[in-house]
């Protein structure tokens, strides 16, 4: 079995800031998905990748930039951080049937 | 935009039968039928899918409706552990030079008590 992991589990950062999350998978899946999870709320898609040095945009893909540079890995940058921030952004990648997720990063702006 | 209603929350008692309905009356012709459930500080996990026919794993049974119009994820004998939100989602079949893209809505809060 594979495993997608998500680095840092915690993050906070200050308004304005500059913030980078990293995810891994080694099922060796081509796609990959980055994901917003505020309270209560549904998952909100920001970016997702089909292949290396893929981008596609999702449907919340202002504020934010990605980085596929290798198969295994799908970075996210928060270009500005917003006061008050809190959301769990959530990695996942494609299989041929299933969608495998990370355990999120937790993101605080203070 | 999710393409598919849930009630917001269910409530059930240990042991018993628990219908969760989906309804997704706009679903095209090669869209999967894909369900997830999510526990407080985890991410979503697989629970099953389907296109047409009915299908059935260890974790639940998924009934379709024959128009496709709507679905529902029947989980026998639940225990406390089966407590999540549930999602229904559908798989957008893939598009030229974009592969899948996977939306997800607020899902339904399934709650079990002893």
Known sequence: ?110 | DAKTTQPDSMESTEGETVHLPCSHATISGNEYIYWYRQVPLQGPEYVTHGLQQNTTNSMAFLAIASDRKSSTLILPHVSLRDAAVYHCILRVGRQQGTGSKLSFGKGAKLTVSP
């Not at chain 1, 998500?6 to 913030?19: A, H, M, R, S």
């Open chain 1, 1 to 110: 079995g594979g495993i997608i992991t998500q680095t840092p589990k915690f993050l906070i950062g200050q308004e304005g800031q500059k913030l980078t999350l990293k995810c891994q998978q080694n099922f060796n899946h081509d796609t990959m998905y980055w994901y917003r999870q505020d309270s209560g709320k549904g998952l909100r898609l920001i970016y997702y990748s089909i292949t290396e040095n893929d981008l596609q945009k999702g449907d919340l893909s202002e504020g934010y930039d990605a980085s596929r540079e290798k198969k295994s890995s799908f970075s996210l940058t928060v270009t500005s951080a917003q006061k008050n921030e809190m959301a769990v952004f959530l990695c996942a990648s494609k299989g041929r049937t299933e969608v495998f997720f990370g355990k999120g990063t937790r993101l605080t702006v203070v």
